[in-house]
T-cell receptor, first 115, second 116 residues
C-alpha cells in the first residue's frame, strides 16, 4: 500500500532556531515529492518539488533533501520566523498516466514557532 | 493569492440538510480537485474533474456528488449531512489532468462546514 509518513507530528521551536521535518514514503513507482506549507485556515501552498534525480533543493530558508534509495525526504528550515508556524505536508506522486489518485498525502507536521 | 476561489468561506447547517460548495479554478486550469480535511487530519481526496468530465474518484461518499460546468467552475454537493461531515473542504486546480506532474496543485482557502 502506498503510504507517506511524516514526523514529528508536531514541533515547537523558538524563533531563530533551525528545525528538520521528516517524510518517509513507500510510494512506488516514484515520480516526485512535493512539500506544501499550510497556514491555519488557508489552503496548502507549494514550497518545493523533488524529482528522482535531485538530492537537495533550496527555496530561501527552506532546504529539501531526497534520498530515493531509502525513500526519505526532509525539509530543513533555517533561522525560523514566527510566520513559519504552519502545517508542512509531504505529497508523493506515482508515475502513471495521471490522475489525482496518484498523489499520496502525508498527515503533516504542525510547526509552532514561539517568540 | 492562488487564484482559486471558494465560496462560501463558512457554512453552518443542521444534520440531514444539503449544501453546495462552489469553486472557481485558476484562469487556464482545466482540472479541479476536491479534498476534505477533518480536524487534525490530513487531506483526503474526494474527486477530480478535467474539462467537465470526471477523471478520478477517491474516498467520496455516495451522499456527496460534484460536477464541473462548461465555464470550468465546479460545485460539490453534500446531502443528508451528518455531524461527521464537519470539516474543511478544499478545492484545487491544475492545468492538466495529470495531477501535479511538475506543476503544483493550487488550492483555494477552503469552505469550513459545520454540521450541528
Amino acid at each position: 500500500k502506498n503510504q507517506v509518513e511524516q514526523s514529528p507530528q508536531s514541533l515547537i521551536i523558538l524563533e531563530g532556531k533551525n528545525c528538520t521535518l521528516q517524510c518517509n514514503y513507500t510510494v512506488s513507482p516514484f515520480s516526485n515529492l512535493r512539500w506544501y506549507k499550510q497556514d491555519t485556515g488557508r489552503g496548502p501552498v507549494s514550497l518545493t518539488i523533488m524529482t528522482f534525480s535531485e538530492n537537495t533543493k533550496s527555496n530561501g530558508r527552506y532546504t529539501a533533501t531526497l534520498d530515493a534509495d531509502t525513500k526519505q525526504s526532509s525539509l530543513h528550515i533555517t533561522a525560523s520566523q514566527l510566520s513559519d508556524s504552519a502545517s508542512y505536508i509531504c505529497v508523493v506522486r506515482l508515475i502513471s498516466s495521471g490522475s489525482a489518485r496518484q498523489l499520496t498525502f502525508g498527515s503533516g507536521t504542525q510547526l509552532t514557532v514561539l517568540p | 493569492d492562488s487564484g482559486v476561489t471558494q465560496t462560501p468561506k463558512h457554512l453552518i447547517t443542521a444534520t440531514g440538510q444539503r449544501v453546495t460548495l462552489r469553486c472557481s479554478p485558476r484562469s487556464g486550469d482545466l482540472s479541479v480537485y476536491w479534498y476534505q480535511q477533518s480536524l487534525d487530519q490530513g487531506l483526503q481526496f474526494l474527486i477530480q474533474y478535467y474539462n467537465g468530465e470526471e477523471r478520478a474518484k477517491g474516498n467520496i461518499l455516495e451522499r456527496f456528488s460534484a460536477q464541473q460546468f462548461p465555464d470550468l467552475h465546479s460545485e460539490l454537493n453534500l446531502s443528508s449531512l451528518e455531524l461527521g461531515d464537519s470539516a474543511l473542504y478544499f478545492c484545487a486546480s491544475s492545468p492538466s489532468f495529470a495531477a501535479s506532474g511538475h506543476s503544483p496543485l493550487h488550492f483555494g482557502n477552503g469552505t469550513r462546514l459545520t454540521v450541528t
